[in-house]
């Protein structure tokens, strides 16, 4: 695919990091009805006010501006190095958390004004903080030593990994710790023995939307959870590749009673199709999944992916681990993006914009109204 489409640029760069040592390995765009009131701290220094150098508290009557004024971007960051920060364009605003020690693995928006946070640290932590108030508003202690990144969606469900490699957690946001669910990955049950409870080998991605869960595994599997069933396992799929299942996206077609995901595996020269649409059909007593199609990031060198997201059924964004963001459809490449030096850590679509974090240290920011416009559900 080295020819086929046009490149593409980002809009905005911003050098995130300090040390070479140190990577962007979560981004967020936040909900564009947050806007900041302001775009710098009280520059009267003179008085003796504290709040003088305080930052405004955001307003829900504000939009964005057009997607190419990078002053207008509101985001957070986490790095390798465990900081996590908020920003508004090249202005570090500031510092979301104490730093815990490990590795930052996931941000995600959850709810409007709030944002996940998940740290590989020792406890494996997983929190949620109000951008308004920079509060912390709840802490989970997962006890997780994977990879797998936590999930927030639908405002009050979250899927955790947990300190069973094998077993996730959903946590509804609406009632007590005790209702708390846990299961297997895979539907098994403890009785099945731990040979067959671990012959998918690790929890290495989540997905959620509205009713439904999708649990990417290790062996390349994908297994679906409608979580108003009993038992909930209703669909599995397996992938041509048996890599483990990096990122995992999906989104409800309300419209045909299906749903969409796209998948993300690890792979090199000789793993091709590392992207995957799956679709799955939906009634009252099952669903049906089925691999639609199977995509390639590149014939040579690094085709593993680290990241994808959706916009709609239609188009996905997908970050490599050869530093390029590709925009795909259901069939084919339409545009790469290069501008990273190095592996894309994550990733986040929101509107019109996304927004990579790298190895490399930087977020970019990229305008993909262009290819939104043409794909629209």
């Not at 490149?7 to 990577?23: C, K, Y």
């Not at 994977?146 to 639908?154: G, I, N, P, Q, R």
């Not at 085709?303 to 590709?326: N, Q």
Request: glycine letters at 8%; aromatic letters at 6%; one cysteine or more.
């Amino acid at each position: 695919m080295n020819n086929e489409k046009p490149t593409f640029d980002p809009f905005a760069t911003v050098h995130i990091t300090s040390t070479r040592d140190d990577a962007v390995s979560a981004v967020c765009l936040v909900d564009s009805h947050i806007e900041f009131e302001r775009l710098s701290p009280d520059d009267d220094d003179s008085s003796s006010d504290d709040d003088d150098d305080e930052w405004m508290l955001p307003s829900r009557n504000q939009f964005l501006a057009r997607t190419t004024d990078p002053t207008n971007i509101l985001y957070v960051t986490g790095q390798r190095s465990g900081d996590a920060f908020l920003w508004k364009g090249h202005n570090q605003l500031y510092s979301l958390s104490p730093n815990r020690g490990g590795t930052c693995l996931s941000l995600q928006r959850a709810g409007p004004g709030r944002v996940l946070l998940q740290t590989k640290d020792e406890a494996g932590t997983v929190s949620f903080h109000d951008l308004e108030t920079n509060q912390t508003l709840s802490s989970f202690q997962t006890m997780s030593k994977t990879f797998c990144a936590a999930v927030s969606y639908e405002n009050y469900w979250t899927l955790l990994p947990t300190s069973v490699e094998t077993v996730v957690q959903l946590y509804d946001e609406r009632q007590s710790s005790a209702r708390t669910r846990v299961f297997h990955a895979a539907g098994l049950s403890p009785n099945d023995g731990s040979h067959n409870l671990r012959q998918y080998g690790m929890v290495s991605s989540l997905a959620g939307d509205a009713n439904m869960i999708a649990c990417g595994m290790e062996s390349g599997h994908v297994f679906y959870h409608d979580i108003r069933m009993e038992p909930r396992v209703c669909s599995s799929v397996k992938l041509n590749s048996s890599n483990p299942i990096i990122c995992l996206d999906m989104k409800e077609r309300n419209e045909s009673n299906s749903i969409v995901t796209v998948a993300g595996q690890a792979g090199d020269k000789d793993d091709q199709n590392t992207i995957s649409w799956i679709e799955s059909k939906q009634d009252q007593e099952s669903i049906q999944s089925r691999v639609r199609t199977q995509l390639s990031t590149s014939r040579t060198g690094k085709t593993g992916v680290s990241c994808a997201r959706l916009l709609s059924e239609r188009l996905a964004a997908v970050g490599g681990w050869d530093g390029r963001l590709r925009i795909f459809n259901r069939s084919k490449l339409m545009a790469l993006g290069r501008g990273h030096t190095g592996t894309i850590q994550s990733l986040d679509w929101h509107n019109s914009c996304v927004i990579t974090g790298g190895v490399d240290g930087r977020v970019l920011l990229w305008d993909v109204s262009a290819f939104s416009a043409k794909n629209k559900t």
